[in-house]
C-alpha cells in the first residue's frame, strides 16, 4: 500500500493537473470503485459535475480533491489504486473504474520539467492539453468517495479521517505530544509508528528503514524512549520520506505510478526493507526478517538489539 512519499507524489502531480479546473462529466464503470459513496455512482457522478476542484491536499496516506459547498472527494488507493492524468483520446487501461472530464484545458507550465508527478514538458504536444483523470484499480480495493468537510477546517478535511494524526512532514507535527503519547501508550515503537491516530504517513517499508537508521529494535517498548531518542526517531523518520520523494516514491512493482505513469526508484536506496541476508550496510551482519502482525518485519540483529525482557 502507498505510504506518505507515494501519496504526496500523486498529490502534486494532482495539484499541477487537476487542481483550478471544472468538472464536465464523471463515468463510474465498476460500482465497487464509488462503494464508499454509499448513494451510488450515479449520484457520485451527479454531484461532482460542474464543480471547480480546489487544491489537491493530503493528511498521511489520504488523498483528497477539495469542491466547492463543503464537499471534499477522498481518494483511497488501497492495494493498487491509480490516478493518472490522461489525454482524453487516449486508450482506455484494461482496469479503469472511474473517468472525470473537465470542461476546460490545462495550461502546461514552463517548470514542468524534473517536477514529480508531471510529464516532461517536452512530452506534450502544445501550451494547452485536453486531459482527463482516470481512476484505474486492478484489485478494486481503493475507490473514490464524496463527504463534508470538518466544519471550519481550512484544508477542507474530509469528516471521515478527522481522527487522522498529522504527518511528520506537516509543519504542525507537534514532536513534544508525539513523545508525550508514546509513553501513554504502552505499546511497541513499531506498532506505534504505524498507529494512524498517532502519527500519519508511515508504513511498513519507512518504518522499518528509520527503525535501521536510528539503531532501535521494532519490538523496543514505548515506554523506554526518551525525549531525545524520540527526537532523533523523528529526525529518521523524516529523512528517509524525504529522500523517498525526492526520487517518486518506492515501486516494488507497476502498480503504483505517479499521475503520469511513471515508477519511484527508492527501493534501489533501501537499507533494511526487502534485504533479508543481505549484509547490513554498517556492520555487514547479515539483515533478518520476522513475521510481523501479517506483515513483515526487517532488522539488523546487531544494531538493532532485540530488548531485554523485564
Not at 457522478?45 to 464543480?51: D, P, S, V
Not at 508504513?203 to 521494532?218: M, V
Not at 534501489?268 to 550496510?281: H, I, K, T, V
Request: glycine content about 8%; overall charge neutral; hydrophobic content about 35%.
Amino acid at each position: 500500500m502507498p505510504e506518505l512519499p507515494e501519496v504526496e507524489v500523486v498529490r502534486r502531480g494532482l495539484e499541477r493537473w487537476v487542481s483550478g479546473r471544472t468538472i464536465d462529466t464523471v463515468e463510474v464503470l465498476h460500482p465497487r470503485a464509488v462503494r464508499r459513496h454509499t448513494a451510488g455512482g450515479a449520484d457520485f457522478a451527479a454531484q461532482l459535475a460542474g464543480h471547480r476542484v480546489g487544491e489537491a491536499r493530503r493528511r498521511g496516506k489520504y488523498l483528497w480533491l477539495p469542491l466547492a459547498g463543503d464537499l471534499s472527494v477522498l481518494a483511497h488507493l488501497g492495494m493498487s489504486g491509480q490516478l493518472l492524468v490522461q489525454p482524453q483520446d487516449a486508450p482506455d487501461e484494461k482496469h479503469l473504474r472511474v473517468r472525470i472530464r473537465f470542461t476546460d484545458a490545462v495550461h502546461v507550465p514552463d517548470d514542468t520539467a524534473g517536477v514529480p508527478g508531471a510529464a516532461p514538458a517536452a512530452d506534450l504536444p502544445a501550451d494547452t492539453v485536453d486531459t482527463e483523470l482516470r481512476f484505474v484499480d486492478q484489485r478494486t480495493f481503493g475507490g473514490l468517495s464524496l463527504h463534508p468537510t470538518v466544519p471550519g477546517d481550512p484544508d477542507g478535511l474530509p469528516d471521515v479521517i478527522a481522527h487522522i494524526a498529522r504527518d511528520p512532514l506537516d509543519a504542525a507535527f507537534d514532536d513534544a505530544a508525539f513523545h508525550d503519547a508514546l509513553r501513554r501508550r504502552r505499546t511497541t515503537i513499531k506498532r506505534a509508528l504505524l498507529d494512524q491516530s498517532l502519527i500519519s504517513g508511515v508504513g511498513n517499508i519507512y518504518a522499518d528503514e528509520a527503525l535501521w537508521r536510528a539503531r532501535l529494535h521494532y519490538d523496543r517498548p514505548t515506554a523506554t524512549l526518551t525525549r531525545p531518542r524520540t527526537t532523533e526517531l523523528l529526525g529518521h523518520v523524516r529523512d528517509v520520506m524525504t529522500a523517498a520523494l525526492a526520487v517518486g516514491g518506492t515501486s516494488f512493482d507497476s502498480l503504483y505510478v505517479n499521475v503520469n505513469g511513471e515508477s519511484g526508484y527508492f527501493e534501489r536506496s533501501l537499507d533494511a526493507y526487502g534485504r533479508e541476508d543481505e549484509p547490513c550496510r554498517r556492520c555487514t551482519t547479515p539483515i533478518r526478517r520476522r513475521p510481523w502482525m501479517n506483515r513483515s518485519s526487517y532488522y539488523c540483529p546487531r544494531c538493532q538489539r532485540v530488548p531485554r525482557v523485564r
